[in-house]
């Protein structure tokens, strides 16, 4: 890890003059670790103060902050108050002045000029009581569940904030998932309406997800109406799509058993928007259900709230990315992700603009990312490690240099551990080393983040830089005490947020089991992290991620770091194998770069059999890791292959890796993007197991 620190507050004036900065000077603090301090000495007047610097409306005032009286598990948030999401983050924009202002801006797959969209929040505030009147007209009720299974377009947010407006529950589902993975969320949270996509289009190419939404939805028996969200006549869509038996013409047919009661076009598709008053929503009453993968098991539906929502994102999107009015702000993410919602309400409710990005980050050319960046005038710009090592592997010229990105002032990661390499080119290439690399982590139960830099936090490579405001983050070793410095342990919390999940729907044992069983009355959240002397911090993978070779434990973070960092090495990943000897092996898979070597297999051990004259044989990058971890770590194997089984949204899937070259059932692949990468990895395991 880089010792020297990279981003230096001090070096850029308008860190002097961000939200966070004035934050602390309004309280009388010198510091940023002094803010930290306070805000989790007394949470109760941390989240009171922010709460108000934040600008949040309420339909009536809190009379307490926090009630803990049940224990930790089960703490409520601003006892008494009334608020509703919708509110803030569209109605009151309008009402304010500001409707003729820029909320979204929309870009499609094709990267055609006709597939574009810009809307303002007026126009967003007359789709949503459109959307909302048509929910209420086929029967959604607060406390009810409405699904969408669609990718990032207008429709997406606007389904958000109708649903949330009525005080019923926005379920977003992963567009890419197969008929079973969606039938056994929407059937978990009784879902009533399910808007879905019928055709999604990905580097040009179709795919029917409206068959699998029709499959799905036929055996919920919960489900009242499919809306098919992808139509040209976007103003109309509820109107036709809500009506019994009726059909869009570029969508599928209603699925089977959707009813049969007649709704009014006319209080849909009018020429003027209906007006619809937002729910007198309670602050703890559920406006969110976000389903984690699964991978571990079913899927877990994390529950969040109005309040808890609009406290966590508001909080970490002003202050660790110091929003502002008319600055567009664009994560590459799904709304089936956390950091879909995410974005989303914690953007607009500043009037911060977001881009809707429905398409493949390289496509139709290898700098689409670079060219949205210039178009829009992008200020905010957030990516995974994975896309990174995505977009460093062009070798045509096109990368960010060539483009003009002089708005970007800082940007984001999450979902993953870096590598050096990917972090120096993320900031050095795109944030031309003069934007902080805002890294931070959390997770689907807290939909937000545990760890979050702040402008005024100096940062070395691949840092998170330390704990979000008014989280009570710790490192504990396996005895459950504090770990001293430089030691890697246990990432926890030991006192709760407003945003973490109200239980798991359905299921508190599991809750309770999956955070406080491990350290009692402490949330355990299954990240290995560290606090280096200076006090910077940093995180090594998931717990059921790890390794234990030789007696030593190691993640995978670290060992696919000391991978990247060689020169020929793009990406890497590595798995855990049963060896007499150390108990488990590890393998490694890499990714080399352009002209470093071409496999002739689909894939082989690094340099063996390879073309490009530059490839690093196995025994060198064996060494190579050995040199940086020590020789107990040191791989059993490690093979070129030419890409990495991943998600759609960037995740490598080393669960699935292992079993495939141990020979064994893979399991469900819906959510794999290029599941060919897993068969040539199976196709390694007979000649290289013993």
Known sequence: M?????????????????????????????????????????????????????????????????????????????????????????????????????????????????????????????????????????????????????????????????????????????????????????????????????????????ADTGGIARAAAAKVPSIRRIVWTDTNDWEGFLGRSLLAGDSTSSGPRACRGAGDSKISAG?????????????????????????????????????????????????EIRYGFDVRPAEPFFWVTDIGWMMGPWEIIGCLLYRTPIVLFDGAPNFPTSDRLWQLCEKLGVVTLGCSPTLIRLLMRATDGRGPKGHDLARLRVLGSTGEVWDEASYLWYFENVGGGRCPVANISGGTEIVGCHLQPYPLDPLKACSLGGPGLGM???????????????????????????????????DDARYLETYFSRFPGVWYHGDWAKVDEDGQWFLFGRTDDTFKVAGKRVGPGEVEGALTSHPAVSEAAVIGVPDVIKGTA??????????????????SPAGKGGEGGGSPNERE???????????PLAPKHVFAVPALPKTRSGKIVRAAMARAFLGQAVGDLTSVDNPSA???IAALARPNTA
């Open 2 to 206: 880089c010792a020297a620190y990279l981003w230096h507050p001090d070096n850029h004036p308008w860190t002097r003059d961000s939200h966070v900065a004035r934050l602390l000077r309004a309280h009388g603090l010198g510091s940023l670790a002094e803010l930290r301090a306070a805000s989790v000495r007394d949470t109760g007047w941390f989240w009171d103060a922010a709460l108000q610097d934040m600008g949040v409306e309420w339909g009536r005032r809190y009379t307490q902050v926090r009630d803990d009286s049940r224990g930790f598990p089960w703490t409520r948030w601003f006892v008494d108050g009334q608020i509703n999401v919708t509110h803030n983050c569209v109605d009151r924009h309008v009402r304010d002045g500001h409707g003729g202002e820029m909320a979204l801006f929309y870009e499609a797959d094709s990267g055609w000029a006709g597939d574009s969209r810009r809307v303002t929040f007026a126009e967003l505030a007359e789709l949503v009581n459109r959307c909302a009147a048509a929910l209420r007209a086929a029967g959604v009720q607060r406390g009810d569940s409405v699904g969408l299974y669609a990718p990032m377009q207008v429709p997406t947010v606007v389904v958000l904030f109708a649903t949330m407006k009525l005080g019923a529950r926005f379920v977003p589902i992963f567009c890419g998932y197969g008929e079973e993975a969606l039938r056994e969320r929407l059937a978990s949270c009784a879902a009533k309406i399910l808007f879905a996509c019928g055709t999604l289009t990905r580097r040009g190419k179709p």
């Open 678 to 680: 897993l068969e040539a």
């Open 472 to 506: 009570d983050v710790d490192v504990y070793t396996d005895e459950g005490r504090p770990a001293p410095r430089g030691t890697m342990g246990h990432l926890v919390c030991k006192q709760p947020a407003p945003s973490m999940t109200k239980s798991f729907l359905n």
């Open 586 to 603: 590890l393998v490694c898979f890499v990714v080399l770069k352009y002209g470093a070597a071409t496999p002739t297999s689909p894939a």
């Open 621 to 631: 990058l064996i060494a190579h890791v050995a040199q940086q971890l020590g020789k």
């Open 267 to 315: 209080s849909i598709a009018c020429k003027q928007a209906p007006t619809v008053t937002c729910e007198p929503t309670e602050a703890e009453e559920p406006c969110l259900i976000i389903y984690t993968s699964g991978t571990t098991g079913r899927p877990k539906g994390t529950v969040h709230t109005h309040a808890g929502c609009l406290a966590q994102t508001g909080k």
